[in-house]
Each structure stands twice: as structure tokens, then as C-alpha cells.
């Protein structure tokens, strides 16, 4: 034993679904635990990414020891390439072989090719500074989803990823289960488990179920077949070749990252295909409608996806038509339910038929439901318990299991990202927040939401821009051209020629005042020109949209 | 009979849901059911509100016998005050008591005091032109809401409005089946049909059933509850009224459109008040928690509303607190998903116990599900049906619903907006399509959607905007002074000082070359100066702000 202390902050995952990521730290050492994205709300103008805050990370980077991600999920790697152009060194990660692969295929994309990535299978022991790493195999909605385990002098901090207990999954793999209750009986200090589905009662199906529903589906569908998931849901995809083969369809896979994922997932052996019964979507027209099944992305109804584009008439391969059954085998995320109900009515518009999860029982979530929380709770019999990966509701109520399975609510701590939670010999309690929150990823810069730029774009969106240009004399600073006034943006205004020209007489009067006052300087000059015209364009439309007023001096 | 031709031309409503309205026409004449609205998407920056597209109104003014409104919502009312401000004349407006009250209290707010409003009774008869009109109680979730009876010679076209058939309705007064039969037994040439349920199977729950359970979930509400639903929806507040006044809690309004329709609907007896239950919002911190409901605008996490406010700790009046409990009286419609899920997620961050309709059986909804629509179908037995109020999922399966009851599906016409269907002693068909399609109403101005506005608002929203204001001698053509470079809402530029320096040497280098070439007409220099800047900062910035240059020769 030890008087060290242990602290678990979390800078991502609390209070959100997204950006998990979770540091632990112990004598002055840290592990990362996952490094997650979120993708933006549509009130984060032109923004890309959303990401952690990491700068805690960035001013400690020599003491990380390494980077642990659970699975090759968004939320809990996309934010990896960042986080290592962002610090001055690149500490070594660590993680499943196709959650490796994956982040391999990640930063090359950003070609970051120095970053050392190293596979582990679950059962192996890694020793990284004062800590011993182990991953737990768990059971997810893609292949190598590992729970992580941190032991120190002090106990076991186990980050549980997402899980689900599935007793039949489709590789044959469930959790290992053995492994959490030994590590239940040598003593877990600290339990961060998964909340995402703490708000659903009884256990999750199982994935293998999702199988001979998809066949049933696919035995009805007179025509072709057009099958959209998670691309990185192999073993869902590995279902749907299944099906398709029995029913003797050709299979092909239209969307980059259906076919990337797929790609990855048969080089390391998680999908297979019968013989012959992969073509390319080129081909898909050769053969009789009944043939045929495309396994496609656009699941969520996102923009540029192969589905959205079938739907609207407009990808180059695949032309849809009456008779096609298009089957959701994937539930919209919380948020994206327009955009998947848009797809869906195109596509009933078109003259497909649409079966989704709610006509047919053909989609499994990752997630584990309550009595799988408990079960894990039962399990791990952790001293301590922070739920993680929700929102406020799902802690709390993920809070509420640990109770209803006997845990002293006074251990449960609901907490907030940049939070620590200290631990040591004495107990735990939180320690003073870190700096925590959300970076932007905008184009290829990352920058604070804060920052002026979105500021700018939400006015700008709203009601557009006036730029008045005037030209003012050196000596006199009397205006020497009629000035300009241009808008973008601007909402339809009647009679637009009349109002340029009275916001010019508008520009002339301001600059008349201004020089009656004897302002001279330029900024002073721009500013009062902005307020006069500001003013005035209010009053004319009701608007406010950005002013912007450029005095050249000549 | 006769020769004559009716038509009937969707103006909105289908393939959608929303902004409905319906125009009729026999012998030159017209008659229009509705004039409803849309609420914006996300991608329709700025935007306040969307309407149908009603330019064949305005042509055909001087034809129109009148508008009728088959109930107080806003996809069926809320566009009257636009549409009475762009035709020519105000044709006579028609509707039940508590509609025109609403429509009074609507055109007031745009000052439109002259528009002629008559209260009409279910079974009154009306003589408009060639047109016999007549409403036909229904039962929906706002009181009044009728079914349009239009007959000419060719007989009758019965628009349903949106209904359900509650056999228990709070008021009392189901809708009138038999008068639906009885019309159904003359003969119905055309069904106009409400198709949002026609995806639920069953009958809908009655309002009725509605109030017990809220009182069950009152009564075990320890402190404060403050129930949320559409403020129209006047008898389900009236059931949150009594179930407080049987648990003896006074009840206050929050909000100011609850504020105005409670009122409007106990002017005209819809609501009532037990003898002292309702007390003023800044008296509620006077009474103990367990004294009160608080009833509240925001189920749909409007932006603004007092519950949203609430929820951010913003409210001037209500903080809510550990120990309240907020009851979600309504369900999200769909796309306002993300909101209502914030909002509730903000409640749990409070402490707030917080309860909805997946919860509790506490929200019925106003539209029948397919039984009732077969009922429809059945009590009306038209010739022709064309479903209506819905997307094309819904419009397609309430065709076959129509299939079930055996009507022949040549009978059934899945109509668009702007198609009109025609029908004669010969039969029905559709005619040529005529102008449709929506129109944004921008603050004060109604404009259309491909106005260049919205398109430059969405550019500047995605990447922001540069200025280049190059001040060129009118005889040489050369700069006098140097370039202004300004930029709004661009993506985090880092080293921005040294950037703005290169556009300024990038607009030297293409003023020269411009100067060169001989180009001095100040359209070309901009059109050049764009084009040379618009790639300079895409090879820089990897990005297509907007480039605005403005060149001022003096």
C-alpha cells in the first residue's frame, strides 16, 4: 500500500454522448484512456469536429505513459490524429489489433506516420510506469471492444469502453466475464462504466438475433436489396453477406467507408464472403433485380452518403426504382432523426419500400441495457463508481443501478468533465476542476468555440452583411468618392436600390458629423460610421446584419 | 349534374407536413380550406417562417368566394395574415368560434383589422358562389376543429382537417359520425384525408385517458410540478387543471402564448377555473413546493420558451430546483428531437425529476391512427380519395389503408403540391401542374427560397467572408494606396497578420496583371480580383469563404 494518490478526470464523455476521453494518473504519470470525437450540432456554423480539450494533456505530455483506446469507434479514437499533432511528443498507443488497424488507417490520412501503435490481446500485461494495463475483451457493436484495466499500488481503475454482454455474439467471443469477476475478487477501487442505454430495462438482444430477422426481411423483398449500417459494424455487415448468400444474392458495397472498413475487416479476418458473391457496384446493373443485395452507408441520413445520394437520384451507380426495399438495419443517433426521415421519404417517393428497425426486429444496439449494467456492477463489485459515456440523465440513472445493486450512494460519484476524482488510502472525493470543454475543428485548424469566427458566421447566417466603403481625403477627410454599399445575405430587400442610396446618404451625413467633430483617426472614423449605419439599417429592416465599414484614406 | 369541372389543388401539405392548404374551385370560383405554415429547418439560416407558395392565389383574387379554416393550428391558420396582406381584396374568412378568435388575435398582431371573420356552427349550411358549404365537428386536440363540406352540382369534396375519433372527449362532444354518414349515404365524390397517424395501427387513446394518469404521476410528485405541452391544446390543459385542483395544488401560467390561449380559451368557456386555483407566476415562490403546478410552454425546447429559460436557469420568474418535478405533457415532433432532449438533459443537471410520455401513458395524440382512418373511409365511402397531411410515407400507406377497405386504388390519387386533380361526370384525373412550392417569410419580408439571400447566408454561415477593397487611379489603373484586406467568420487563420500581407502582394500582383491586359472596366477588375483571390485563399486555407473585392477608383 502506498499514500499516493489516484486521479481519474474525465475531459470528455460526462454530461454528452461523445468525445470520451478519461486520464488517469498516479505518482505523477498518466495513461489516456480513449481519445473520442463528437460530431457538431447544426448551430456550429461550418464547424467539422468537435473534440476534447486536451490542453491539460498538452502541458503534461511528457508524462504520459500512453494512450489506451477501448475500440475503433468514433467517440472514443477520432480524435487521436489531434491529439498527437498537438503534443510535443507522441506517446505510444495501445488497443485491440483492429482498433489499431484503424487508427493506423486514421493518421495516415493526417500523415502522421511516426506514431507508435501497438496491438495487445486482451489477457496480456503491459507494465507503463506505476501502472499495470491489461484489456478485457468485451462485446460491442464492432470486433476487438476492450474494457481497460489500470492497476496501481492502490487498486484497479477499470474503464469499462462500451459493451454490451452478449452471450452469442456473432464471432463466437463473448466477455470475458471470468476475467471481470477475478478482477472483482482481487478488488476494483473504481468502476467507469458505459451509461448509454442505463434508461433501457432488462438485457440488450443479442446480435446474432439480428441475423435470421435480416433474412426473413430479404426472403420478402421482390426486387433488390439495399442494406444500410454502421460501417464499421462488421459483424453486422458479415450478417447481411450471410443472408444475402442464402438467398442466393449477389452482394456489393457502395460508400468509401463501407468499403475501407470492410477491407480492414477481412485482411484481420473478421468478414468473409463466399465465393463469387462479391461485385462491384458497377456490375450491380448485370444482374436480374432478385439478385442483388448493395450494402451501403448513410444509415444516419448524413449528406454526402451513398444512401442520401440514391435517394435523391444522384449517385452515379445505383438508380433506384419501384420494387427496390431499402432496409434500415441501423436506429438514427439522437439529433440525426430529420435527416434519416428526409432519406426515408425520398426513398417512399421514389416508389422503394423502407423497413426500418421499428417495422422489424433488424438492429441490435452495442450498448448494453440495465440489467447489464448491474450485471457488470455484480461482477466488478467496484469500491467506488463513476458512471461515464452519457448524458446528466444517463448518470443519473446508471447512479441508480449501482444503488439498486447495493452500492453505498455516497460512492457513486456523478461527475462533470474536467472534474477529478482523487482517490487514495483515506477515500475519494473530487479535486479542483481542470481545464475541460470543447475544442473546434474547423477545415484543418482546431481553435476555441469561443473564438470570434463562429460569433462571426452566426450573425452572418442570420441576417447577412453591409459593407460600406468610403474614400475620405488625407488632408480634409471629406469624402472624395460617392462611397460603395454592398450586402450579401442580406434579407430580400424590396426596393434595394433606394435603400443603397439612402445608406449612402446615410455613409455622407455620418461622415460629415464625424469631421464637424474633428474625428480623424480611421478606427474612430469606422466605428462611428458603424453605429450611425447600424442603427439606421435597423431601423429601416428590422434586421441586425453585420455592418462593416472600411474608410480608405486617399 | 353538369359539365363543369371541379378541381382541387393542393397548395401544401403534401409530401410534407405542414403548411397546409387546399383550394377548390367549380365554375371560376374558388374556395380555399386553409392557410397554414411550416416551421424552418436548421439549414434555413435566418428564415423565421415557411409558407406555401400561394402566387395562384394572388393571380385569381377577384374568384376566391372565401377561406375556410378547419382549426386554430398553425399548419392550417398560421399563413391567413400573409396571405391577406399579398392578395388584392380580403375574401370573407370562415371557421368555428374558437379559430376565428385565434385568426382575430393573429391578424391583429400584423394590424390587419379589416379582415371579414365569421363564426361558423357544425351543420350551418352556406351558400358560396357554386359552392354549399358546411362544417363538420371533429374532435382533435384543439376544441372547434371541423371537417370543410364543399358541394357543387358534380357533389361533394369532404376535407377532414386533422381529426381522431375520440369517443370520450373532454368536452363532450365526439365528432359527428352521423353526419359523416349521413353525407357519405348522398354521396362524396372526394375525401380529402388527415394521413399523419395513418403509420400507427390501432385506435388512438382518448384525451380523456389523459387525466387520470397525470393526476397519478402528480400525486407522486414530491415538490413543485411544472407540466409543459402546446399551449393550443385547451383541454389537455383544463385536465392539468383539475388534476391539481384534486390534489389541492394551485396552478400558475407560465409563458406567453399559454398565457393568451388560456384566455382566449375561457372567453369562449372552453376552460374553467376552480374558484381560486390560479395564481400569478411571482406568487409561486409564496406557497409551498407542494402546492403547485406550473404550466408551461417549451415541450418542443423552443429556444425561447419559459421552459427552455427554466431549464438554463434563465427564467425571470420559476428557478427550478432538487425535489421539482417536470412533466412532459406532449411528444417531440419530429426534428425537435435534439432540443427536447437538451432541455430534459438540462433538467437533469438541476436535479429535476423529469417525466414523458415514454414514462407515463400522459400525452394522447390528436390525429386517428389507421383504424380510424379506415372508419373514415368507411363512414364517408367516397368515390376518389386523396390523402393529404402527410409525408409521401404517410400519403402512400393511407392509400392503403383506403386499398383495405376496398376501395379500387384507381380511385386513389397520391397527389404533389401544385397537382391538381380534376374531376367530371367522366371521372378524375390529373390536370397540369401549377405554380407551388414554398415562400420564406424573413422578419417583416416574404420572399423566395432561391433568393440569393440564403444562398450567400449559407456561404458566409460555412466559411466566413474576406474583403478586398483596392483603391485604383482612374487614369492609370495602378493602386494608389495599399490594399484593405478584412475578414469575418473565417476559420481560426493562424499567423492572420502574415496572411492578410499575402493577399494584399496577391491583389498587387493581379491589379498589375489586370492593368497589363488592359483591363479597366471596374466589373472585370472585380470579376479578375475574385477569381485570382477566391484560389489564393483556397490553396492557403483549404476553404471557399466568400471573397468580396471592391474596387474604388478615385
Redesign the interface.
Known sequence: MSGGVLRVLPLGGL?EIGKNMTVVEYRGRIVVVDTGLRFP???M??IDLVLPDFGYLRDRAADIEGIVVTHGHEDHLGALPWVMRELDRSPPVYGGRLTMAMARSKLDEHKLRDVPLDDMRPGEELELGPFRLELVHMTHSIPDSCAVALTTELGTVLVTGDYKFDQTPVDGLPADVSRLAELGRQGVLLLCGDSTNADRSGFSPSERDVGPRLQEVFARAPGRIIVTSFASNIHRVQQVIDAAARLGRKVSLVGRSMRKNVNIGRSLGHIEFPEGALIPPQEVEDWPDEKIVVISTGSQGEPLSALRRMAHNDHRMIKLHRGDTVVFSATPI??N??AV?ET???L??IGCE?ITSRDAPIHASGHGYAEELKLMLNLVKPRYVMPVHG???RI?LHGQLADAVGIDPEDVFRGENGLPLEIDAGGARYGEPEQSGMIFV???????PA?V??R??????????F?V?A?VSEQSGAS??PP?V?F???????QADSLVEEIRHEVERSLARAANDGVREIDMLQQELHDDLAAFVYDR???RP?V?P?V???
Open positions: 454530461g450540432t447544426t448551430d456554423l461550418g439522437p439529433g432523426e430529420r426521415n426515408v421519404d425520398r417512399f417517393h423502407v448524458d446528466h440523465k443519473r474547423d477545415g484543418v485548424d482546431i481553435g476555441d473564438d469566427a463562429l462571426d458566421r452566426r450573425m452572418l447566417s442570420g441576417d447577412g452583411i459593407i466603403v474614400t472624395v468618392v460603395e454592398i450579401r445575405g442580406v434579407p430580400f430587400v424590396e429592416l428590422r434586421r453585420m462593416l472600411v480608405v484614406e486617399v
